[in-house]
């Protein structure tokens, strides 16, 4: 690609990891994106946009990013990007841009070796645009995007009772269900069957707070003192948790289970055929197959 250096490719990546590492919890690629135009200016060809629609300087990145994910430095999910620990200590090996890209490059062919139709690297201006990988990312986040705002703008109720629904779905009983109003921070209760004969007890507690800090310690601890002896948990929040939140639940001694909406949905996905019509109604999803690329 003449219109771009492989040392500005390893600019632009290596900014982006710097911006990543100032978000251990992960950072939406969107706002990632915009800030690395705020620090590292699009030229103007960056800045244009590509006869498919787009413009290059996201898709330039996005696509060169795909090594340092087969490389195991960068986690894509459901359009959050977080640097792991291996990237955090790769970023520290490799301060310089261009050694930082051409490892990642490095490590990136090794793992095309292992694929069964391992195929020649293509880096033209041809194959950013028509990247299928860069085009199913940017695809899969703008619909995890509308999912979730769907999700925030949903009634605090009318989430409580999707939760439900998806416990029914998935075999479990609904004993009870919180009125409107303070629930003492219980907001279902489930067993394995009808009549709550057979343990565990299962108490839930569902956060419908999207745009709200994710829960911390304090805030699990709070729904852990309501589980009794041989109770299960279960804590729902849109979200997320904290990572201390998350180690704390590892470490309880009471059984819990942690759900913020990535796992949520993957629940309501893999159980969407057992669902009642009605409840599919509440949050209605449709598959789109696209053709698998080879990057």
Known sequence: MADITKA??????????????????????SDALQVLAERMKPTDYEAGNFDSGGRRFERIVRFNTIASVKAGWLVKR???????????????????????????????????????????????????????????????????????????????????????????????HIAWVAPPGKDGGVDLVAYNDPLGTKP???????????????IDVI??????????????GLFVALSGFTK?????????????TLLDTAKLLELWTSHYSKLEDAARRRLPLKPVWFLAGED
């Open 244 to 256: 201390d939140a998350e180690w704390e639940a590892r470490q309880s001694h009471r059984r819990l």
């Open 200 to 214: 565990p007890r299962i108490k839930v507690q569902v956060k419908r707070n999207a745009n709200s800090p994710k």
């Open 219 to 232: 805030g699990l601890r709070s729904f852990m003192a309501v589980l009794g002896e041989g109770d299960v």
């Open 78 to 172: 459901k359009g959050v990007w977080t640097v792991t620990d291996e990237g955090r200590a790769a970023a520290q090996a490799y301060p310089d841009a261009s050694r930082f890209f051409d490892e990642a490059k490095k490590l990136y062919r090794k793992w095309r070796k292992g694929q069964p139709a391992a195929i020649e690297e293509q880096v033209d201006d041809e194959a950013v645009e028509n990247s299928s990988a860069v085009t199913l990312e940017q695809a899969e986040e703008m619909a995890w995007k509308e999912i979730e705002d769907y999700l925030a703008e949903m009634p605090p109720y009318d989430f409580q009772e999707l939760v439900g629904e998806l416990l029914k779905a998935m075999g479990y």
């Open 8 to 29: 500005r490719k390893g600019q632009l990546v290596r900014a982006l990891f710097d911006i990543l590492l100032e978000q251990p919890e992960g950072m939406y690629a």
